[in-house]
């Protein structure tokens, strides 16, 4: 199936194109907005991404797989990344991701059964002074505890029902100040 | 003695909305890109060597310095990239300047603009900060709207643009070269120096990269003059100058990130700012600037009998009590790094530590070279090893003999980042090593 941008989005590239002076330099801010709108880099985005920017497809494929935060496959509604470095390490970071694979029924790495959390291991996510952290979607939480879990998950369920984009994504229109 | 508290680069944390364009006018903003405005390039960059500005992100190479190195080259732009990918573990001070004071990192570009005779700024920004993201995105709408930058600069005929661009989620990316690959929308692999960026950068042409602190810190080096800019640190002498954003956390009982003067010591940083070890318990070691930083410990006494060396004030004294410089800890024989400490007490596995750390580089290697894509993950699987009890005698060899082969053996320096870190957690704490091999047993977990 064929991939296009919505015209919002469409809109937010064009205003950024002519301040690269390559195309081709827009292809990380391209693959955030796709992701934004489809949920994660599908063989359709990349080809898009592709033909919109005049580079290959082999090219924007190497990209994806380069980033982490790109994502490969479908994700869940909700992504929640368990920062586990040193300094949150540190602090209990094994225990906070101990807790989320209970809560969420899946283990790191993997998608909840019913589509609604997709559970991943980050590295030191610029958050080491208020470890242990997650990053949940667009937003990070910090000086975690296990029984402050439960109400950060409701949380996130809450924003998913109103947000407009599929998946976390930090070009975008959520960037925008829109929701 | 408790550490003088500095609010220089701080100064707007904890303003209310301290991130909007009304709240940097109140006090003081943009008032520094008025003066130079009024100056020729020469003379800001005249101030900007003066201050002594050690680049804040990890390498301590002058600023002014690296600024006369721009190498116009006719029929290209020149171009900034800031970098604002911070990704170095334990380091986490930032962002902290995007968050909450987004328009003193606009100024800051805007002024070395100037300086440098660019047209366009890209700032570089770690795709996971989506906060600092839309901080930027937001102070450079506003300084837009308010004529600071676009067609002209305030009504001087210099277009000038500061383009925020998300990154996706690579730590290799705040390697220069490899941010600059990346900016041009490939895969974030660095490249061979020489040419340096400074000849040719992003899109083959001149590019200044500076971390974003060094950046935020010009509207006060103009502000005060840079001779007196540099004089607010302690290593003056040393031509290291000025404030600078310190972070600690870990094992204390106040992890943050605190502005302190150049040279502050760690053991400043642990006490006075970090209020000290949890639970009252003793440090075992210190990360000191950042995970590629090898650790020191409080027992460790400085060896400089030479009148000569750098280290010969403290001769005798702690490595705790050395002030936190670009040459006072190379001659340590660590790195000030970011000056981003992650503290360990007593009760820490080394040998766990050590696994963390190189699980990180094992990830993060970009697998162009080697010896670092095969190297990280050997060591890392091999600390695993030992932290599970499962290492022989003839590990302990074969880990040191991989962290010596990647060391000077890559395209950049994340290899020797890695390596470091491990040969010196070796040098200090073999004992836990031996220790795991002949009891047998996995090592306690980090906590
Ligand atoms: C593996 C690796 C990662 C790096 N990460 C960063 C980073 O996240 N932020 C940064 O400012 N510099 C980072 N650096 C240092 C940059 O290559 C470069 O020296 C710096 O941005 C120059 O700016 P400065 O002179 O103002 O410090 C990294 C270097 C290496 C080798
Ligand atoms: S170690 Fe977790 S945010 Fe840095």
Redesign the interface.
Not at chain 2, 125 to 131: H, P
């Given at each position: 199936m064929a991939f296009e941008l919505t015209a919002e989005r469409r809109a937010i590239l064009d205003e950024?194109l002519p301040?690269?002076?390559?195309r081709?330099?827009?292809?990380?801010?391209l693959?955030?907005l796709c992701q934004e709108q489809e949920g994660w880099c599908s063989p359709a985005v990349v080809d898009y991404v592709a033909s919109t920017?005049g580079?290959s497809t082999a090219?924007v494929q190497?990209?994806v797989t380069?980033?982490?935060?790109?994502q490969q496959k479908k994700v869940g509604r909700n992504v929640v990344?368990v920062c586990?470095?040193?300094?949150c390490?540190?602090?209990?970071a094994?225990?906070i991701q101990e807790a989320l694979e209970k809560k969420l029924g899946c283990h790191a790495g993997e998608t909840s059964k019913d589509g609604e959390w997709t559970l991943l291991k980050?590295?030191?996510?610029?958050?080491?002074?208020?470890?242990p952290m997650v990053?949940l979607n667009?937003?990070?939480h910090e000086d975690l505890t296990v029984e402050g879990l439960d109400a950060l998950l409701e949380g996130a369920k809450k924003r998913a029902d109103e947000r407009k984009a599929v998946t976390?994504s930090?070009?975008g229109l959520a960037?925008?100040?829109e929701k | 003695m408790a550490v003088e508290r500095v609010r220089i680069l701080t100064k707007n944390y904890g303003t209310p909305e301290s991130w909007t364009l009304a709240a940097y006018l109140k006090s003081g903003g943009y008032q520094s890109l008025r003066r130079a405005l009024e100056m020729e390039p020469a003379k800001i960059l005249e101030e900007v060597k003066a201050a002594n500005l050690r680049g804040r992100g990890g390498a301590g190479f002058p600023m002014g310095m690296k600024w006369s190195f721009l190498k116009p080259n006719p029929g290209k732009?020149n171009y900034i990239a800031v970098n604002a990918d911070?990704?170095?573990?334990?380091?986490?001070k930032?962002?902290t300047l995007m968050e909450l004071d987004p328009h003193r990192c606009v100024e800051g570009f805007l002024i070395a603009a100037l300086a440098l005779n660019v047209h366009?700024v890209f700032c570089y920004?770690?795709?996971?900060?989506?906060?600092s993201?839309?901080r930027m995105?937001?102070a450079v709408r506003e300084a837009r709207e308010a004529g600071y930058l676009g067609s002209r600069v305030l009504g001087k005929d210099f277009p000038l643009?500061v383009?925020i661009?998300?990154?996706?989620?690579?730590?290799i990316c705040g390697e220069e070269t490899a941010l600059l690959n990346?900016?041009?929308?490939?895969?974030?692999e660095p490249r061979l120096k020489p040419p340096f960026p400074a000849v040719v950068g992003a899109?083959g042409?001149p590019t200044i990269v500076n971390n974003l602190e060094s950046l935020a810190a010009v509207p006060t080096i103009l502000e005060l003059g840079g001779e007196n800019f540099s004089k607010l640190g302690r290593l003056h002498h040393l031509k290291d100058g000025g404030v600078r954003l310190y972070?600690?956390?870990?094992?204390v009982n106040k992890?943050?990130?605190y502005e302190g003067p150049v040279g502050l010591t760690l053991r400043e940083l642990i006490e006075d700012l970090g209020g000290g070890v949890r639970g009252g318990r003793k440090v075992k070691c210190v990360?000191p600037g950042g995970?590629s930083t090898p650790v020191l410990r409080e027992e460790d006494l400085v060896h400089a009998p030479d009148p000569k060396s750098v280290l010969h004030a403290w001769h005798g004294k702690s490595h705790f009590d050395v002030p936190m410089g670009v040459d006072t800890f190379r001659a340590l024989g660590t790195m000030l790094g970011t000056c981003?400490a992650?503290v360990?007490d007593d009760q820490?596995s080394m040998v766990r530590?050590a696994e963390?750390?190189m699980m990180?580089y094992a990830?993060?290697s970009?697998g162009q070279c080697t010896p670092c894509r095969e190297g990280c993950a050997w060591m890392a699987r091999l600390c695993r090893k030992f932290a599970r009890g499962e290492a022989t005698e003839r590990d302990l060899d074969t880990l040191t003999d991989v962290a010596n082969n990647i060391m000077g053996n890559t395209i950049c320096a994340l290899g020797d980042g890695a390596a470091m870190p491990m040969l010196g957690i070796l040098k200090l704490f073999r004992n836990e090593f031996e220790e795991a091999v002949r009891t047998k047993k996995p090592a306690p977990?980090?906590?």
């Open positions: 950024l301040r690269y002076p390559t081709k330099a827009l292809t990380l801010p693959l955030h920017l580079v090219e190497g990209v380069f980033y982490t935060l790109y990344w586990r470095t040193l300094s390490e540190l602090r209990g094994k225990g980050a590295e030191c996510l610029a958050a080491c002074g208020q470890g990053q667009d937003e990070y976390f930090p070009v960037p925008r100040g | 732009p911070e990704g170095e573990p334990g380091t986490f930032d962002r366009t920004i770690r795709g996971e900060l989506v906060l993201i839309r995105q937001q643009d383009v661009h998300a990154g996706a989620g690579a730590y990346s900016l041009e929308g490939a895969r974030g899109f042409a972070g600690v956390s870990g094992h992890p943050g990130v990360v995970s981003c992650i360990m820490t530590a963390n750390l990180f990830h993060e970009c977990e980090l906590r």
